[in-house]
């Protein structure tokens, strides 16, 4: 089984920036195509970015391009989710997830979420 952690969630005043970290364990990340989503109470669950396993290859909800960037360092086992000009519509809890192969929208596997708020 393939393990993620999120981590770097927090609370930001809007116009701000943070990086969301995901740690993966257990099987040979560099095999796992990886993204992001994110869900807002009473909403469901919103797909942010992927990129593919090698980094080559990135995609992004049109709500965040310009803004967010997801980049992956295969040799750390890492995802990362940089975010920037933070508005108070990204609060949300944002997941980590892997699939074996390309993007899809199908994900095997899921990390717990960090929380993060937007707001002055």
């Known amino acids: 089984q393939l393990q993620l952690v999120e981590s770097g969630g927090g609370l930001v005043q809007p116009g701000g920036s943070l990086r969301l970290s995901c740690a993966a364990s257990?099987?040979?990340?560099?095999?796992?195509?990886a993204g992001w989503y994110r869900q807002a109470p009473g909403r469901e669950r919103e797909g942010v970015s992927c990129?593919?396993?090698?980094?080559?290859?990135?995609k992004y909800a049109n709500s965040v391009k310009g803004r967010f960037t997801i980049s992956r360092d295969n040799d750390k086992n890492t995802v990362y989710l940089q975010m920037n000009n933070l508005k108070p519509e990204d609060t949300a809890d944002y997941y980590c997830?892997?699939?074996?192969?390309?993007?899809?929208?199908?994900?095997?596997?899921w990390g717990q979420g960090t929380q993060v708020t937007v707001s002055s």
């Open positions: 997830a892997a699939v074996y192969g390309p993007c899809s929208n199908y994900y095997d596997y």
């Open positions: 990129i593919s396993s090698s980094g080559d290859s990135t």
């Open positions: 257990g099987l040979p990340f560099e095999n796992f195509a």
